[in-house]
């Protein structure tokens, strides 16, 4: 008997409307090349031959063992964003309850944060932070990154599992400076923050 073990990401999502479904998709499927996708709902063809067009693997009502399930999220979907009459781009939320540390997040620590916060130092393979609000970390990430916020500020990592808004975006997208990642109109979006990024 030949038997293999492999360790897989997976995406799961709750089917409730098949355009949003789709629309989310459609924006962000470069993210979940290397993803299996579980999708909680009725069977729908459309959306089987929508993915099998995009080469995602998928399936449907897969029961999955729970254990690491904080890693992921409850609302996969994030909502849509407020429509703005002077600009397309979203207006960020004015910083009004920003903490400051300057802490090392050591391996086993784990840190959660209902506001925003800015880190002036690094976080180490095996520490955590969870964070509802916005994010800008100023050294390296080797832990693992959990924000729901307007966006995040932080440097590439190879090591770092940086979940944002419960989609996981691929170091491969960082670059070695600062990034800004934030959500526009239901779309990851990944710019260059500074081309030089000095902190004193």
Request: net charge positive; hydrophobic share 35%; with cysteine.
């Amino acid at each position: 008997m030949k038997t293999r073990q492999y360790s897989v990401k997976v995406f799961e999502i709750e089917l409730t409307d098949e355009a949003k479904f789709i629309a989310f998709f459609e924006k962000n499927y470069q993210f979940f090349q290397n993803h299996l996708i579980v999708i909680n709902g009725e069977e729908n063809k459309q959306i089987q031959e929508y993915l099998n067009t995009k080469q995602l693997k998928h399936v449907f009502n897969l029961t999955l063992p729970k254990r690491g399930a904080d890693r992921g999220t409850t609302t996969p979907i994030p909502p849509e964003p407020a429509v703005q009459k002077e600009t397309t781009k979203p207006k960020e939320k004015i910083q009004t309850n920003l903490k400051v540390l300057d802490k090392l997040i050591r391996s086993g620590q784990e840190l959660k944060i209902d506001g925003d916060l800015l880190l002036l130092n690094r976080v180490n393979s095996g520490g955590s932070i969870i964070i509802k609000g916005t994010l800008i970390i100023t050294q390296i990430v080797d832990g693992s990154i959990r924000c729901d916020g307007n966006f995040m500020m932080l440097q590439a990592s190879h090591k770092a599992n940086i979940v944002f808004h419960g989609v996981e975006v691929d170091n491969k997208y960082l670059q070695d400076k600062l990034n800004r990642v934030e959500l526009i109109n239901n779309e990851i979006v990944i710019t260059p923050a500074l081309k030089e990024t000095s902190w004193v």
